[in-house]
C-alpha cells in the first residue's frame, strides 16, 4: 500500500514537470527569438497565429507591429496581412472589412507589387459572392470592374493571367444575364427590348458559350417585326389612320429588317462557324433569300479553339448547382481576349428611334415622294407666256413684244468623239519592229504572290474560304425552346 502511495506521488510530479515545460513552449514557440529583430519578431507571431485560425490574435500583433515600429521593412507586409487575416476569417462582415484593407494598402503603396494582389485579392472578394446569372448581379459587375482594374493598372504584374481567366468567367455569366432577359422579352413579342439587350450582349461579350444563339435569337426577333408588319392594315389614303400603311411602305420595311435578320444569321456563319446554330442560320438566310456567307479558315480554327477551351458541368455538379449559391462558370473559355472596355448599353428606345428613322428613310427612297409646284403671280393681267430666248426690256412701252435673243453658243465637249480629229502627238505607238512600247499592266493589289516565305502563306490560307469537311469538325445539336416564326 505505501509503495502503490510512492508510486503515485512520483508520477504526480513527473506530471507537473510535464505540465510547466508545455506551458512554457506554448508561450515562446519560435527558438531563438532572442538573436531576432523585434519587429519580425511580432511579424513571424502574427503568421503563425493565422496558421492556426487564430485570428483576431494575429490582427492585434500585426497592428503593434504598425504602431510600434512605423518604419520597420515589414509594415507593408503587416498591413496586408492585415486584410488577408480578414479574407482568411470569411463572411460578409469580414470580407467588406478585408475590402476596405486592400483599398488602404493601395493608396498607401501605390507603387509596391503587392498593390496588384491587394487589386486582384478585392476582385476576388465580389467573384466569391457571385450568384446565378438570374439572380443579383451586383457582386458580378463589381467583379468585373475590378478585375479590369488589374489588367490595366499593372499591366507587368504577374497576377494579369489570373485576373483575365477570372474576368472571363465573370463576363460568362454576365452576358447569360442579358441573354436570359433578351429571350424573355422575345418570348413576350417585345421586340424592341429584346434587341436591345442582345446587341448589347453580342458586342460586349462575344466570347460567350451561347453568342449563336443570341445572334439567332436576334434574327428571330427581327422576323417577328417583319410577321406583325405582314399582319398590320395595309390602305392607300392621305390620311392614315392608326394601325395602317400603304403596300410600299410595308414592303421596303420588310425589306429593311430582311436585311438586319440576314446580318444577324450571316455573323454566325462567320464568327461562329461550328457552333450550333450555324445550319439553321444558314436555312434562315436561304429562306429570307439572302447571301449565305462562308467562313475563312482563320474563323474556323477561331471557333474551334474557343470550343475545345470550355468544360463540360458532370451529372453532379449540375445536381449541386441547384443548391449552391455561386454560378456554373465551367462554359467560359480560357482563351481569348476579355472585354476591357465598358461600352454603353443600347436601350430599347434607341431602337425604336433607329427603327422609325430607317422606317422613314426607305418610304422616301421607295418613290413615295409628294412633288410640289410654286406658282408666281403675273405681272400683269392677260399677260402671255414668253418665248424661250426672248428678253423683256424695262425701259420699252408698255405693250411692247420682247425682242428675241439668240442663244449663247454652247462650250464644245472636249471629250466628244470627232471624225476628223487630229491625232494626239503624244499618244505611245508601235515602232518600226512591231514590239509594243506600252507600259506594263499595274500589279493587282490583291493577287497572291508566290512567295517562298511561310508567314505569308498562312496568312493566305487563313483569309480562304473553309472547306466543308472543316465546317462539319464539330458536331452540332438541335437547339429547343425557342419560339420559331414562319419564313413567310
Known sequence: MLRRIHLIAVLGVLLALTAACTNKKSVNPLAGVGSKQPDKVLFDKAMDAMRHNRFDVARLTLQTLINTYPDSEYIARAKLAVGDSW?????????????????DFEVFFPNLKEAAEAQLKIANIHFQQ????????????????????????????????????????????????????????????????????????????????????????????????MERIRKSITCDVHNLPRGCMREADKAHAIGKLSEEAGKEYSAILTRYPLMDRAEDAKKRLEALHEPVPRATKAAVARNKAEIESRTQSTMMQRAMG??????????????????????????????????????????????????????????????????????????????TPPAATSPTPATPDPNELKPNAPADPNELKPTDSGTDTSLPPPTQVNEIQNQSSSSSTAKADDSTPASDQDLSSSKRKKKKGLKKINPF
Not at 460578409?92 to 483599398?103: D, I, K, R, V
Not at 446565378?132 to 479590369?148: I, V
Not at 465551367?330 to 430607317?358: D, F, H, M, Y
Open 87 to 103: 479574407y482568411a476569417e470569411g463572411g460578409t462582415a469580414a470580407l467588406a472589412q478585408a475590402e476596405q484593407e486592400y483599398s
Open 130 to 225: 457571385m450568384e446565378k446569372s438570374d439572380r443579383d448581379y451586383t457582386h458580378a459587375k463589381r467583379a468585373e470592374d475590378e478585375y479590369r482594374k488589374v489588367i490595366l493598372q499593372y499591366p507587368d504584374s504577374k497576377l494579369v493571367p489570373d485576373a483575365k481567366k477570372r474576368l472571363l468567367q465573370v463576363q460568362e455569366v454576365l452576358a447569360d444575364r442579358e441573354f436570359g432577359i433578351g429571350r424573355f422579352y422575345y418570348l413576350r413579342e417585345s421586340y424592341a427590348a429584346s434587341i436591345a439587350r442582345l446587341q448589347t450582349l453580342v458586342e460586349k461579350y462575344p466570347l460567350y458559350s451561347r453568342a449563336d444563339e443570341a445572334l439567332y435569337l436576334l434574327g428571330q426577333n427581327y422576323e417577328g417585326q
Open 322 to 399: 441547384l443548391i449552391k449559391k455561386g454560378p456554373d462558370v465551367s462554359g467560359a473559355p480560357t482563351v481569348g481576349e476579355p472585354n476591357l472596355i465598358e461600352t454603353e448599353p443600347i436601350s430599347a428606345i434607341t431602337v425604336q428611334k433607329e427603327e422609325a428613322r430607317a422606317f422613314v428613310e426607305s418610304a422616301a427612297g421607295g418613290g413615295n415622294k409628294v412633288g410640289v409646284e410654286i406658282v408666281k403671280p403675273d405681272q400683269s393681267a392677260g399677260s402671255e407666256a414668253l418665248p424661250a430666248g426672248s428678253a423683256v426690256n424695262p425701259n420699252a412701252p408698255f405693250g
